[in-house]
């Protein structure tokens, strides 16, 4: 399989006032292309840390990671924008909806970003949303879904624009047993049928199952771990 | 314009702010168009094309010092003078003090300067004829019950009669139309009594004379005629000034008061509190919605458009309160001047106003947008979605 994202010797340090904290140190990591990966981790070790780097949200402090060939660490804020905009879809444990909009608009959203006629942008959202089987909520705003159907909605708004990666924080971390299955197998079904790559972060070991294989961080650092 | 629905939901998320916001932003260009219209108003007097062939000449010193009745016969024979008479300020009152009349005793041939205003041949020849005659404004004669044949007893705020006593009789005698009915207001409240008639019944006035109007035969030949008028009394006890009668009314009101600086400072004052409100509304604003902005950024909005997009959001606000609040200054306007039985006679909200009102809109909502939208577009996305 072709490698998707190639991270080489990548550490990235906050500054708090004069404190230096090192969050990741030096990670290696190759991701295939469709791969499903599930990443897990005691809180703190830096695993959101390492999401924002792959989806592009922020810059390493030191070491390299590339997507597809293109090299992130290298990129300024408005290069990266642009690269977010057509390549990662993100979603986010508390959804992270627009709560004015109806799923609808807000599925529309990153298709504001290309050049699509408003028609066509209508078309896109509601293909996206008959794909998480919530065509017949597209005229509700968020208030009036579950936390499920807010995920999927999150889900749609990610896929919209057809990216080829998709980077999801915890998100089943707010949801029910019930509500977290269908959205997992909802990511199962992106990846596999629709050959998605997926990077998942979660700290629900039944969550993680779904993904094809997981990756242990501890304080930073990457531990192998034989898989559960 | 594909964001508009972005910025229209993010300015009625929190519905009754913006709207408390909206009513006071309406609240302030309501005052703002009224003020204008009174600003405008001032400005316009003795704007037209009769007051531009209108020279007044009055004492250099004060407009409450008077000259002398013989000034009249030195004036006529300046070049390019076709007419000229005088008047004074007789300072009426009906009824009740309160009830001031714009009231002036004038000679005679006063109304022949006013092409303005309109009187009947007839009621002409009797105002010449009857001493104690009186013509009126049309609208004055309304708000009073005047009619043509009224006796009616007139004080007068300043001049006693012979007998010290400050009551007056006036037969009325004719009515004055004006014809030009926009700048008409002030002919339509005028009361005019003859000279003559004030001059030999009160004491306090000897041959003297508030100011005279002079009719110019050339437009353009004003300024030399102003001059040579001025020269007349040069270096006398009475020297004169003599102005345009447009200038004349500026001066004249700028010593009542400077509307200019009055309007100015009052609209200064309310748009620095509206800067101070809409600027904590769109800050608000801007707080509350820190984590949407980040979702925004992080779907790939860059941070030049999401600094756009607040900016807009806040000249929308300022624009859909204003042009509500100009709007209906132009619907109250005039039943404002209508009601005030043409006291008041505003022009509207003019072009100008306009401009000017959308100008500031523009301007107040940039400004006011300015630092929340730095905000927005500084806004670190990873910081901003981990709540930090
Ligand atoms: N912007 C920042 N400034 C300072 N410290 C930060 C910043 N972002 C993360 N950190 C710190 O880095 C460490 C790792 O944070 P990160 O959010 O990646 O952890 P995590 O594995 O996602 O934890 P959790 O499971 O609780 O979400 C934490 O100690 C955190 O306090
Ligand atoms: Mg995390």
């Given at each position: 399989m072709n490698t998707l994202i190639e991270i080489r010797d990548l550490s990235k340090v906050y500054e708090r006032g004069r404190q230096k904290v090192e969050v990741l140190h030096?990670?290696?990591?190759?991701?295939?292309?469709?791969?499903?990966?599930?990443?897990?981790?005691?809180?703190?070790?830096?695993?959101?840390?390492?999401?924002?780097?792959?989806?592009?949200?922020?810059?390493?402090?030191?070491?390299?990671?590339?997507?597809?060939?293109?090299?992130?660490?290298?990129?300024?804020?408005?290069?990266?924008?642009?690269?977010?905009?057509?390549?990662?879809?993100?979603?986010?444990?508390?959804?992270?909806?627009?709560?004015?909009?109806?799923?609808?608009?807000?599925?529309?959203?990153?298709?504001?970003?290309?050049?699509?006629?408003?028609?066509?942008?209508?078309?896109?959202?509601?293909?996206?949303?008959?794909?998480?089987?919530?065509?017949?909520?597209?005229?509700?705003?968020?208030?009036?879904?579950?936390?499920?159907?807010?995920?999927?909605v999150a889900i749609a708004r990610a896929i919209v624009s057809d990216p080829t990666l998709l980077v999801c924080d915890e998100p089943t971390g707010d949801l029910d047993r019930q509500s977290a299955e269908e959205v997992l197998g909802l990511l199962r079904t992106l990846n596999r049928e629709h050959g998605k790559t997926i990077v998942m972060v979660t700290h629900d070991p039944k969550a993680a199952e779904y993904a094809n294989h997981t990756l242990h961080l501890d304080k930073g650092t990457l531990v192998e771990q034989a898989a559960a | 314009m594909k964001y508009l629905h972005l910025i229209w939901a993010a300015l009625f998320r929190r519905k009754a702010r913006t709207i408390l916001t909206l009513v006071s932003i309406v609240a302030a260009f309501l005052l703002f168009g009224m003020l204008d219209a009174v600003r405008t108003s001032f400005d316009q007097a003795g704007q037209s094309a009769n007051g531009a062939q209108r020279l007044q000449t009055g004492s250099r010193l004060s407009f409450i010092q008077t000259l002398p009745q013989s000034l009249e016969a030195q004036i006529a024979q300046v070049p390019g003078v076709k007419m000229v008479t005088y008047a004074n300020w007789f300072g009426g009152a009906y009824q009740d003090p309160h009830n001031q009349v714009f009231s002036f005793a004038v000679e005679p041939n006063y109304i022949d300067l006013y092409p303005e205003i309109e009187v009947s041949?007839?009621?002409?020849?009797?105002?010449?004829?009857?001493?104690?005659?009186?013509?009126?404004?049309?609208?004055?004669?309304?708000?009073?019950?005047?009619?043509?044949?009224?006796?009616?007893?007139?004080?007068?705020?300043?001049?006693?009669?012979?007998?010290?006593?400050?009551?007056?009789?006036?037969?009325?005698?004719?009515?004055?139309?004006?014809?030009?009915?926009?700048?008409?207001?002030?002919?339509?409240?005028?009361?005019?009594?003859?000279?003559?008639?004030?001059?030999?019944?009160?004491?306090?006035?000897?041959?003297?004379?508030g100011w005279y109007v002079t009719r110019v035969a050339d437009v353009n030949q004003a300024d030399r005629v102003a001059r040579a008028i001025d020269a007349i009394s040069a270096n006398s006890d009475h020297e004169t000034r003599t102005q345009t009668e447009q200038a004349a009314t500026a001066s004249w009101m700028k010593q009542l008061a400077d509307i200019g600086l009055i309007v100015g400072s009052i609209m200064g004052a309310v748009f620095f509190t509206l800067v101070l409100l809409s600027g904590n509304t769109m800050m608000q604003a801007v707080r509350e919605?820190?984590?949407e902005l980040a979702v925004l950024k992080t779907i790939g909005f860059s941070s030049a458009s999401v600094l756009a997009m607040v900016l807009a959001e806040s000249v929308l606000l300022l624009l859909l309160g204003g042009?509500?609040?100009?709007?209906?200054?132009?619907?109250?306007?005039?039943?404002?001047?209508?009601?005030?039985?043409?006291?008041?006679?505003?022009?509207?909200?003019?072009?100008?106003?306009?401009?000017?009102?959308?100008?500031?809109?523009?301007?107040?909502?940039?400004?006011?947008?300015?630092?929340?939208?730095?905000?927005?577009?500084?806004?670190?996305?990873?910081?901003?979605?981990?709540?930090?």
């Amino acid at each position: 399989m072709n490698t998707l994202i190639e991270i080489r010797d990548l550490s990235k340090v906050y500054e708090r006032g004069r404190q230096k904290v090192e969050v990741l140190h030096h990670i290696n990591l190759d991701i295939a292309q469709g791969d499903f990966l599930a990443l897990m981790g005691p809180s703190g070790s830096g695993k959101t840390t390492l999401l924002n780097l792959i989806g592009g949200l922020d810059t390493p402090t030191g070491g390299s990671i590339g997507v597809a060939g293109q090299r992130l660490d290298q990129m300024g804020a408005g290069a990266l924008a642009r690269w977010r905009a057509s390549h990662v879809g993100f979603v986010f444990q508390f959804y992270n909806l627009m709560p004015m909009l109806s799923a609808q608009r807000n599925v529309e959203l990153p298709l504001l970003l290309t050049k699509l006629s408003a028609a066509q942008r209508k078309k896109n959202a509601t293909i996206a949303l008959q794909l998480v089987g919530l065509a017949d909520r597209a005229s509700h705003k968020p208030g009036e879904l579950s936390g499920g159907q807010q995920q999927r909605v999150a889900i749609a708004r990610a896929i919209v624009s057809d990216p080829t990666l998709l980077v999801c924080d915890e998100p089943t971390g707010d949801l029910d047993r019930q509500s977290a299955e269908e959205v997992l197998g909802l990511l199962r079904t992106l990846n596999r049928e629709h050959g998605k790559t997926i990077v998942m972060v979660t700290h629900d070991p039944k969550a993680a199952e779904y993904a094809n294989h997981t990756l242990h961080l501890d304080k930073g650092t990457l531990v192998e771990q034989a898989a559960a | 314009m594909k964001y508009l629905h972005l910025i229209w939901a993010a300015l009625f998320r929190r519905k009754a702010r913006t709207i408390l916001t909206l009513v006071s932003i309406v609240a302030a260009f309501l005052l703002f168009g009224m003020l204008d219209a009174v600003r405008t108003s001032f400005d316009q007097a003795g704007q037209s094309a009769n007051g531009a062939q209108r020279l007044q000449t009055g004492s250099r010193l004060s407009f409450i010092q008077t000259l002398p009745q013989s000034l009249e016969a030195q004036i006529a024979q300046v070049p390019g003078v076709k007419m000229v008479t005088y008047a004074n300020w007789f300072g009426g009152a009906y009824q009740d003090p309160h009830n001031q009349v714009f009231s002036f005793a004038v000679e005679p041939n006063y109304i022949d300067l006013y092409p303005e205003i309109e009187v009947s041949p007839a009621e002409r020849k009797a105002f010449d004829e009857t001493r104690t005659g009186a013509l009126v404004g049309e609208k004055l004669a309304q708000r009073f019950h005047w009619k043509v044949g009224d006796k009616i007893p007139m004080q007068s705020t300043i001049f006693p009669n012979r007998e010290g006593s400050k009551n007056w009789t006036f037969d009325i005698v004719g009515i004055m139309h004006s014809k030009d009915k926009k700048a008409g207001g002030f002919y339509d409240q005028m009361f005019l009594l003859h000279w003559k008639y004030f001059d030999e019944t009160t004491p306090y006035n000897r041959g003297q004379v508030g100011w005279y109007v002079t009719r110019v035969a050339d437009v353009n030949q004003a300024d030399r005629v102003a001059r040579a008028i001025d020269a007349i009394s040069a270096n006398s006890d009475h020297e004169t000034r003599t102005q345009t009668e447009q200038a004349a009314t500026a001066s004249w009101m700028k010593q009542l008061a400077d509307i200019g600086l009055i309007v100015g400072s009052i609209m200064g004052a309310v748009f620095f509190t509206l800067v101070l409100l809409s600027g904590n509304t769109m800050m608000q604003a801007v707080r509350e919605r820190t984590s949407e902005l980040a979702v925004l950024k992080t779907i790939g909005f860059s941070s030049a458009s999401v600094l756009a997009m607040v900016l807009a959001e806040s000249v929308l606000l300022l624009l859909l309160g204003g042009l509500i609040g100009l709007g209906l200054a132009a619907l109250i306007i005039p039943a404002v001047s209508a009601g005030s039985g043409g006291m008041l006679n505003l022009p509207g909200v003019g072009a100008g106003s306009w401009l000017l009102g959308l100008l500031l809109m523009v301007a107040i909502g940039l400004l006011v947008g300015a630092l929340p939208a730095l905000r927005a577009m500084r806004l670190n996305i990873v910081d901003a979605l981990a709540g930090r």
